[in-house]
């Protein structure tokens, strides 16, 4: 297993080396899993440290965007759960909470539940679900909403995917298919105060 150092050391190199300074390249690192715990320090100190480290590398050295992911701890497993039983937050990341702390953009990719197929008829089996993200484009106000859905929940917006294999499409997120599903109601933030506005 190679240790946080070993792997500062190799995309730096490959950068230097391969991708040349100031060239333009995609760091995708294929998964976070847990470094070996050392006699003084335990896996999430560590892993939090290699974030700090690659989050320095990658901006004030290299410039380049990192893509990785990591599995969700008991908190976000789907199987033989109801929706109400997940917790789709930060708090399902496994490891550390470094991971999210140093990402600008984090996302929850799982598979529906089964109740949320059978609310959700035709908006696919798996949900994205954004976490943390620092950067937004013009629909930012969507990107954070609150929506009701028909059965009286308040959720966070969510993109609708329906995966088949390795290909992902986008149906579209909550707010834009709440009206498939009944009664939706989009709750706004305005001045400071929520005011409901039906879809």
């Not at 893509?67 to 550390?96: A, C, H, M, P």
């Amino acid at each position: 297993m190679s240790s946080p150092e070993e792997i500062i050391s190799v995309i730096r190199r490959f950068y230097y080396s391969v991708v040349g300074r100031g060239n333009k390249a995609v760091i995708h690192y294929d998964y976070l899993k847990g470094f070996e715990a050392g006699k003084y320090s335990q896996e999430y100190q560590i892993m939090g440290l290699f974030m700090q480290e690659l989050k320095t590398l990658i901006t004030r050295e290299c410039l380049l965007p990192v893509w990785t992911s990591l599995q969700l701890n008991r908190y976000g497993i789907v199987n033989n759960k109801k929706s109400s039983e997940i917790d789709d937050s930060e708090n399902s990341f496994s490891i550390s909470d470094k991971i999210v702390q140093q990402s600008t953009h984090s996302f929850i990719l799982r598979k529906k539940t089964a109740d949320e197929i059978e609310d959700e008829v035709g908006l696919g089996n798996c949900k994205l679900i954004p976490i943390k993200h620092r950067h937004l484009g013009q629909n930012h106000e969507d990107a954070e909403a609150f929506v009701k859905l028909p059965n009286g929940r308040y959720v966070k917006n969510y993109i609708h995917l329906r995966k088949r294999g390795f290909f992902f499409e986008e149906i579209g997120d909550l707010v834009s298919t709440v009206d498939q599903m009944g009664d939706g109601i989009l709750v706004e933030k305005n001045d400071n105060k929520e005011k409901d506005t039906e879809l």
